[in-house]
């Protein structure tokens, strides 16, 4: 029975070293812990975006229906279920966050683009890393994954950041 009871008492010691041992990485990660939420929320945006790939594309569909999406309200949508407001428009979306370079751009960015005959801003996406956005914006191809290069390279008005 001495047996039993040192056996758990080193059981419950053992744990509870392990678990202020884990208290400790935990605040000893503390100051790190911003960069790692950005990088967590940008994925977890790419991730939720691709969920929507195929889904219909629509020029003014209704903010928060996920049956069809343009490309504003694709990116309203999924970055709004990260915990980030944006407004309607991708013109709209383009005063929100601060401005990055091409050569800085991150996960997560919004691309903004001028790809109509009309002057000014016309479409978004999601910058996912590796040369890939994230968008949708045509009838036939829906939500999709594009190079970053060629056409959408040349396209491009302006890159914002609005993940914190």
Known sequence: MNFRKSF??????????????TAGIMVSTENTAHAAYSVSVADNIISLGSH????????????GQTSSFDCSSFVQYVYKKNGILLPRS???QSTKGYTVSKANIQKGDLIFFDVTKRPGIDHVAIYAGNGIIL???KVGIGVTYSKFSGYWS???????RVIN
């Open 52 to 63: 929507f790939l195929g889904t219909p594309y629509k020029f003014a569909a209704k903010s």
């Open 154 to 160: 040349n396209h491009v008005v302006k890159v914002k």
């Open 135 to 137: 968008h949708t914006y």
């Open 90 to 92: 991708s013109k709209q």
């Open 8 to 21: 758990i008492r080193k059981i419950a010691a053992g744990m509870l070293a392990l678990a202020i041992g």
